[in-house]
């Protein structure tokens, strides 16, 4: 084998070595794997990470019309213009997922960041933020055994890993009750798709075969946003809010590597590298709106939509679906914020609920999800410095068409740092 052929059969061994392939009579998980295993990551761009912070997380994620002096809400960039003080949030996740396919069930898990933050009031009522976050997951290592006509008996590998990731510059300004922001920022990141065909049949003489193709997807990413609040009383007031981002189109890179191997030699190896193509990302938007009755309670409602009509990766559409959206529900209450002995009537708690179908379509089947949600602000130090947390617990997916059920546990954690000269 030639030293070109050499490098490129090597590189594809690197990419697939972390396949656990053992033989399955029916499409199995992964389950050595010390990875989440996310089965529907495989389609569109992988799975969407919330980015919204454990303070909204825990009220249902109802981000639309949401503000405060003390909290940098990323998911409405004009929430800015309400900061006072400098404030840093820092945020990680976790979850604990049941995978269920007909009689088997398999649990997966991961921890990682949630988001970085940090939002700067630089005027009265002008404010900067910028930050970090995890936009999309993708990781799944699913295996098939089949009889292919000419081929027998074999065992389909489908491996994935990677992410698209978000670093931002946002700015906002709040004219009376009316305020206008925007992010900007840049989206990137890198992800691995492989496909492994191993014969498993000893008296049929064929060779195996694998494929990967590794794509680097890069561009500019915005998101606009207005909020609008209004005064009913001395105490009482409603808020209302929506973002929207249109589609973008980035840019992507993507090398592609085939390997076909013998027992008893003439192996092969091909590549093709360095193929431009475009990802074209969906028209998002939301819009809520909240009653608040200034630090003592808070409920509020949320839709969101995006349109993935338009939707291409490379040319392809990748069992999307044209539409889907995302409705929450949920509220928080204080008993006493300024309590100098007590102090869980300090505490903030939260609940609430959301529903939504997902972005990808599999077999012309939707998935759906659900979850319930609480959580939890605990004050510490003097003034607003707090650490927040939130559960959700809910379903998503079905069993129909031979799709997958997931049964998740969702924990985040994080912590909110304020300050007039951080």
Same mark, same amino acid.
């Given at each position: 084998?030639?030293?070109?052929?050499?490098?490129?059969?090597?590189?594809?061994?690197?990419?697939?070595?972390?396949?656990?392939?053992?033989?399955?009579?029916? =499409? +199995?998980?992964?389950?050595?794997?010390?990875?989440?295993? +996310?089965?529907?990551?495989?389609?569109?761009?992988?799975?969407?990470?919330?980015?919204?912070?454990?303070?909204?997380?825990?009220?249902?994620?109802?981000?639309?019309?949401?503000?405060?002096?003390?909290?940098?809400?990323?998911?409405?960039?004009?929430?800015?213009?309400?900061?006072?003080?400098? =404030?840093?949030?820092?945020?990680?996740?976790?979850?604990?997922? =049941?995978?269920?396919?007909?009689?088997?069930?398999?649990?997966?898990?991961?921890? =990682?960041?949630?988001?970085?933050?940090?939002?700067?009031?630089?005027?009265?009522?002008?404010?900067?933020?910028?930050?970090?976050?995890?936009?999309?997951?993708?990781?799944?290592?699913?295996?098939?055994?089949?009889?292919?006509?000419?081929?027998?008996?074999?065992?389909?590998?489908?491996?994935?890993?990677?992410?698209?990731?978000?670093?931002?510059?946002?700015?906002?300004?709040?004219?009376?009750?009316?305020?206008?922001?925007?992010?900007?920022?840049?989206?990137?990141?890198?992800?691995?798709?492989?496909?492994?065909?191993?014969?498993?049949?000893?008296?049929?003489?064929?060779?195996?075969?694998?494929?990967?193709?590794?794509?680097?997807?890069?561009?500019?990413?915005?998101?606009?946003?207005?909020?609008?609040?209004?005064?009913?009383?001395?105490?009482?007031?409603?808020?209302?809010?929506?973002?929207?981002?249109?589609?973008?189109?980035?840019?992507?890179?993507?090398?592609?590597?085939?390997?076909?191997?013998?027992?008893?030699?003439?192996?092969?190896?091909?590549?093709?590298?360095?193929?431009?193509?475009?990802?074209?990302?969906?028209?998002?938007?939301?819009?809520?709106?909240?009653?608040?009755?200034?630090?003592?309670?808070?409920?509020?409602?949320?839709?969101?939509?995006?349109?993935?009509?338009?939707?291409?990766?490379?040319?392809?559409?990748?069992?999307?679906?044209?539409?889907?959206?995302?409705?929450?529900?949920?509220?928080?209450?204080?008993?006493?914020?300024?309590?100098?002995?007590?102090?869980?009537?300090?505490?903030?708690?939260?609940?609430?609920?959301?529903?939504?179908?997902?972005?990808?379509?599999?077999?012309?089947?939707?998935?759906?999800?659900?979850?319930?949600?609480?959580?939890?602000?605990?004050?510490?130090?003097?003034?607003?410095?707090?650490?927040?947390?939130?559960?959700?617990?809910?379903?998503?997916?079905?069993?129909?068409?031979?799709?997958?059920?997931?049964?998740?546990?969702?924990?985040? +954690?994080?912590?909110?740092?304020?300050?007039?000269?951080?």
């Amino acid at each position: 084998m030639c030293h070109k052929l050499l490098k490129q059969y090597l590189l594809l061994l690197c990419i697939l070595a972390t396949f656990q392939v053992t033989a399955q009579t029916t =499409t +199995a998980i992964d389950t050595k794997s010390n990875r989440e295993n +996310a089965p529907y990551s495989r389609f569109g761009i992988g799975e969407f990470r919330s980015g919204t912070n454990p303070l909204l997380r825990g009220m249902g994620s109802i981000s639309a019309a949401y503000s405060s002096p003390f909290a940098v809400n990323t998911q409405n960039p004009a929430s800015y213009g309400s900061l006072l003080l400098t =404030t840093y949030e820092g945020a990680l996740e976790g979850s604990s997922r =049941t995978i269920v396919s007909g009689s088997d069930k398999y649990k997966t898990g991961m921890a =990682t960041i949630n988001s970085m933050n940090i939002g700067i009031p630089v005027a009265r009522s002008a404010a900067i933020a910028f930050g970090f976050r995890p936009m999309t997951h993708i990781y799944f290592n699913l295996q098939d055994t089949s009889a292919i006509a000419g081929y027998g008996n074999s065992i389909r590998t489908y491996f994935g890993d990677g992410s698209l990731n978000y670093a931002f510059f946002g700015a906002a300004y709040r004219y009376k009750g009316l305020s206008v922001g925007a992010n900007f920022g840049y989206l990137f990141g890198t992800t691995v798709y492989a496909t492994r065909l191993e014969g498993i049949d000893n008296t049929i003489n064929v060779s195996d075969a694998q494929f990967a193709r590794i794509i680097k997807t890069g561009g500019i990413y915005w998101q606009g946003g207005l909020q609008y609040a209004t005064k009913l009383n001395n105490n009482l007031w409603i808020r209302s809010g929506a973002t929207l981002t249109l589609s973008q189109t980035l840019k992507s890179n993507t090398d592609n590597y085939w390997v076909s191997y013998n027992v008893s030699g003439g192996d092969t190896s091909y590549s093709n590298l360095g193929q431009k193509a475009n990802l074209t990302l969906p028209m998002m938007y939301s819009a809520g709106v909240q009653l608040a009755d200034s630090n003592k309670w808070l409920v509020g409602i949320d839709f969101s939509a995006a349109d993935w009509s338009n939707y291409s990766s490379e040319g392809r559409t990748d069992s999307v679906a044209n539409m889907s959206y995302k409705l929450g529900i949920g509220g928080q209450f204080t008993p006493d914020a300024t309590s100098v002995h007590k102090y869980f009537n300090r505490v903030t708690y939260r609940a609430g609920f959301y529903y939504g179908k997902d972005y990808i379509d599999v077999r012309n089947t939707p998935v759906n999800f659900y979850a319930v949600t609480l959580g939890t602000s605990l004050p510490f130090n003097r003034g607003a410095n707090r650490v927040n947390m939130a559960i959700e617990v809910g379903k998503r997916g079905t069993e129909t068409n031979g799709l997958f059920m997931e049964n998740f546990v969702k924990f985040s +954690a994080g912590i909110t740092l304020n300050d007039k000269w951080f």
